[in-house]
Each structure stands twice: as C-alpha cells, then as structure tokens.
C-alpha cells in the first residue's frame, strides 16, 4: 500500500520545484503530520485556530505553519506568535487586528488577501475594488507589522474544468492589476495562492505559486 510519504513525492515530481507544497493537515494526527516531516516536508496548512495551536505546540518548532482559513479577529492573539503566512485575510480589519498582534510579538507578518474568485456565496474574500480601497488608503500606509506578500483565492467546487480556469486566470490578472498599480516590480507582493487536490494542475498551469494540497496526500478526510 501507498504510504502518505509515497504520496508526497508523488506530488512533488509532478509540480515544478518554484511552487511551493503546503501540505494541508487538518483534521490530521501528529502522527500522520511525523510521516511527511520525517520525509523533510516542513510547511503546512490549517484551517482553525485551536487545531493550529495544539499542533505548533506538540510538533517540532521548525515546522512553517499556514494559517489558510477564515479566521477570526479575536482569535489572531493566538497564532501572532509563530504564523508564518496567513492565506486568508478578508477583511481590513483582519489585516489591522494582525498589524496589532504582530507588533506585539514584535514580529512582521506575512499575508495573502484573499479574493472572492467563485461563484457560491459561502466564500470568503474581497472584491478586486476593495482590494484597491485598501491598498490605496492612508491606513494601509501605516501597517507596519505586516506585509502584503501576494493573493489567495479559491474555486468554484465543480467538475467543469473550464469554470476552475477561468476563475484562476481572473485571480491571475487580478494579482498583475495590483502589483502594477500598488507594488514595485522587485516587491515582496510575488505569490497566487491558487490550488488544491482537485485543481492544483490547472491552477499551475494558469500561474500560481503555492499549492494548498490535503487529500491527494494524506487520503480523504473523516470529519469528527
Ligand atoms: C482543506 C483545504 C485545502 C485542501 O483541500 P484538499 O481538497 O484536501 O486538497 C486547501 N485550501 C483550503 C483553504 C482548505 O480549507
């Protein structure tokens, strides 16, 4: 039988070495996370803070955590510690909540924004305009303890291939909008968070640059 490491070189030989693979362990064990760590994997993804939190804590320290779900603004204090990127910023004042934490831990946090590329309602993201409201504000300006590294988005959940491509090539454009109006050419502002077990192929092959992927390598998920 496959193991979960089998299934992450798999994967690995697959996608191009400048992506990078955040493993997405949610709903994991340690057990299961030790697998791929011991393997040399070190970034990977939640989705709610208090699964986050126990994990940082019980698993080696070198591990890059992602925080990629919604997250709310009373709960940053918790992860403004040890985040290393936070995909999932969809608010403004999210992003001034984190700002807040961050100098308080005396760190700089890096995030994504995410955009609200489907078509179901029940996903999380701005709209291109608020994004541009934002970047263009005097308050933005003043955002010290975070920094803009890039865009997230995620897909409409469907078979129809042609729909995931085009809401990826909108995000696409989106992020080359942005960075041209907003951010130097040579700027941290580089990465499209943009693919998961089902999409990551075309998500590539339309330019992202990190890939958020859970069943392909750990199998599917049993929600408790
Ligand atoms: C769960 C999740 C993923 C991974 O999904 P898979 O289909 O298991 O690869 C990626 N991104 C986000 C935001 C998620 O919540």
């Given at each position: ?5 089998d ?114 309602h029940?996903k ?45 090539r ?40 990190i ?14």
């Amino acid at each position: 039988m496959k193991t979960i490491s089998d299934n992450l070189q798999e994967i690995k030989s697959d996608i191009p070495d400048n992506i990078t693979l955040v493993a997405v362990s949610k709903t994991r064990s340690d057990e299961e996370i030790m697998q791929i760590y011991q393997a040399g994997h070190r970034v990977f993804g939640e989705n709610k803070v208090q699964e986050l939190i126990a994990k940082q804590k019980s698993l080696p320290k070198d591990i890059e955590w992602h925080m990629i779900g919604h997250l709310q603004s009373n709960k940053v204090k918790y992860i403004a510690g040890f985040i290393d990127l936070i995909h999932s910023v969809d608010s403004f004042n999210l992003l001034k909540i984190i700002n807040k934490e961050a100098k308080k831990n005396n760190r700089l946090i890096n995030c994504l924004l995410q955009i609200h590329i489907a078509s179901e309602h029940t996903k999380f993201g701005f709209s291109i305009k608020d994004v541009e409201e934002i970047l263009s504000s005097d308050e933005f300006a003043l955002l010290q303890n975070v920094k803009i590294t890039g865009l997230m988005g995620m897909a409409t959940f469907t078979t129809d291939n042609e729909i995931i491509r085009k809401e990826f090539r909108y995000l696409r454009s989106c992020f080359k909008l942005l960075k041209e109006s907003y951010f130097s050419d040579d700027s941290e502002f580089k990465e499209l968070s943009m693919g998961m077990t089902n999409d990551y192929n075309i998500a590539i092959e339309e330019g992202s640059t990190i890939v958020r992927i859970g069943t392909l390598i750990f199998g599917e998920r049993n929600y408790k």
